[in-house]
């Protein structure tokens, strides 16, 4: 009878802490949609931002990604593939279309986005201060610098008598990119010369008609399919020795001449900080939508001197950072 007692409480002491770990509470998941491909520098940002609000990966929370590798006609079934995980926030990234999927999977799921379609005319929120809806986050618009870009790019190199304009005909700003880049150059009285790439294969044959067509600067037009494809265009616009001018400083610090934009590690930053709070408990419906308001002019003074470019006095002292 003792031995029987004995064993039976032996094993009431050891259930009672596994009893106990199954009383705590689940690990919170992030689901991540990506519309292009995942970046390891611009995830360290988001990541940098989650565990200065207290949540780091793999101990107190898990992230779950997912990636359309620029096949956006995959964003439905990936965004539903994420929905049923049970994810306690969605975060989006790599374009408009990927937001919008994630929209149309669930009403209830707070989302997190960081994008350069208009929230408001795409249907994602109801206004800019108050999203009122399961989505906020960060808007990028872009594509109305690109006018800029243009005239810093020709600052830069005023000898090129034609400029190569790269856009994604895929883009929803596309339309708008493509009127203002022919504006600016109406006004600068610079000839441009529009090139399509909406594959890597596309990229490399751009390229190759840049050089043809003796286009002497290349101004690429802002997208997440070019981000994503980064490290390829700097190579290439090196190997062509073509000055280029891109959206963000993260260009320039791979080896491109120069950029006029926002930085894409801030918005990743903005968008772990948004996630941070909605994981605290905040409704998405009362998060504002967040714009930069600083853009940054960075120029790269080892890929000027390669290329034989002396930066004119006026342009580098209006430069925000110039890297050696």
Do not use: C
């Not at 999977?105 to 009122?132: Q, W, Y």
């Not at 690109?146 to 994604?168: C, S």
């Amino acid at each position: 009878m003792r031995r029987r007692r004995f064993i039976t409480l032996l094993g009431g002491a050891i259930a009672w802490p596994l009893v106990a770990r199954a009383q705590q509470p689940a690990m919170p998941v992030i689901g991540f949609l990506d519309g292009q491909s995942f970046d390891l520098y611009l995830m360290t940002a988001f990541r940098q931002a989650l565990k200065d609000a207290g949540y780091i990966e793999g101990r107190n929370v898990a992230i779950y990604f997912r990636s359309a590798d620029g096949q956006t006609d995959r964003l439905v079934t990936l965004a539903g593939d994420i929905v049923g995980r049970r994810v306690a926030v969605i975060v989006t990234t790599g374009g408009g279309a990927a937001a919008l999927a994630a929209y149309a999977a669930t009403t209830t799921i707070p989302i997190v986005f960081v994008s350069g379609v208009d929230p408001v005319t795409s249907g994602l929120v109801m206004s800019l201060n108050r999203p009122g809806s399961n989505a906020t986050g960060v808007y990028i618009p872009q594509q109305v610098l690109e006018g800029k870009r243009l005239a810093l790019l020709h600052g830069l190199v005023p000898a090129a008598t034609l400029i190569a304009v790269l856009l994604n005909p895929t883009n929803a700003n596309f339309q708008t990119q493509l009127r203002i880049v022919q504006d600016a150059a109406r006004d600068l009285g610079q000839q441009v010369n529009i090139l399509s790439a909406s594959t890597a294969r596309d990229i490399d044959v751009a390229f190759a008609t840049v050089t043809k067509s003796g286009a002497g600067a290349l101004l690429v037009g802002s997208d997440p399919f070019f981000n994503s494809e980064r490290d390829q265009v700097v190579a290439l616009a090196a190997r062509h020795a073509i000055p280029a001018i891109f959206e963000g400083r993260e260009f320039v610090t791979a080896g491109g001449l120069a950029s006029y934009g926002t930085s894409l590690a801030d918005v990743y930053r903005q968008a772990g900080i948004y996630t941070g709070r909605v994981l605290r408990g905040e409704k998405a419906a009362d998060l504002p939508i967040v714009q930069p308001t600083k853009f940054e002019f960075v120029i790269n003074l080892k890929t000027a001197k390669v290329l034989g470019l002396d930066v004119p006095p006026g342009l580098s002292s209006s430069g925000d950072e110039m890297i050696e």
